[in-house]
């Protein structure tokens, strides 16, 4: 009897223990995984919140000053080399044949000719693209007869800083191929200036003093 009673207490003893022992595990184990699983649900508000306050720089815009050369442009004295008076009405057929360089370009001319209206000299629709770096060269067509001249524009009037190019008047004869610098730091400026001649049909070269 007292042997039963004996094995029976050892054997409470034994199950109270390994309880202990599983509680014991099952408390260091979850406390880790808690842990853990706090910290992960914690991390995306942390970067919401960092996200939140990143702001994107403004933009600052500032105005170029504008320089004395491209100011001056529009003060030039057009009224000193006045074309006659011209109500246009309608265009001449294009002559293609009055300028031999003209075909090479016939397709830019045709449709500056058919969509303009006289720009130069009362009588004349220009049209003006590149030649190559810094160099830009046009014609004009005469609406009254289709003939077609080359304007004063190309290599001998190009430069490396120019501050404006192909300058001209409906109601002036006078005709500003360049304004020119001999560097981007030069405050002075230089002109290829000329007036077209209606008798003569050729422009002729004018001076800076002619032109202010």
């Not at 022992?21 to 919140?49: F, G, I, N, Y």
């Not at 002559?95 to 000299?121: C, K, L, M, V, W």
């Not at 190019?165 to 409906?170: G, K």
Request: charged share 30%; net charge negative.
């Amino acid at each position: 009897m007292k042997v039963n009673l004996l094995l029976i207490s050892m054997m409470v003893v034994v199950l109270f223990s390994c309880k202990e022992k599983k509680e014991a595990v099952k408390t260091e184990v979850s406390q880790p995984a808690l842990a853990d699983t706090v910290a992960a649900a914690a991390a995306p508000e942390e970067v919401k919140t960092d996200t939140a306050v990143i702001k994107e720089p403004e933009s600052i815009k500032t105005e170029e000053p504008e320089t004395e050369a491209a100011a001056s442009s529009s003060h030039f004295a057009f009224d000193k080399f006045p074309s006659k008076n011209y109500t246009f009405v309608k265009k001449a057929k294009l002559d293609f044949s009055s300028d031999e360089g003209a075909y090479n370009f016939r397709t830019r001319i045709q449709e500056a000719y058919a969509s303009g209206s006289p720009d130069f000299a009362s009588y004349y629709i220009t049209v003006t693209f590149g030649c190559g770096a810094s160099c830009i060269m046009g014609m004009m067509m005469d609406v009254r007869d289709g003939k077609i001249y080359g304007l004063p524009l190309g290599e001998e009037t190009s430069c490396l800083f120019a501050e404006d190019r192909a300058i001209f008047d409906l109601n002036s004869r006078l005709f500003i191929a360049s304004i020119c610098k001999e560097s981007p730091e030069d405050k002075s400026v230089y002109y290829h200036a000329f007036v077209w001649n209606e008798d003569k049909k050729v422009f002729e070269k004018v001076e800076k003093k002619d032109i202010k």
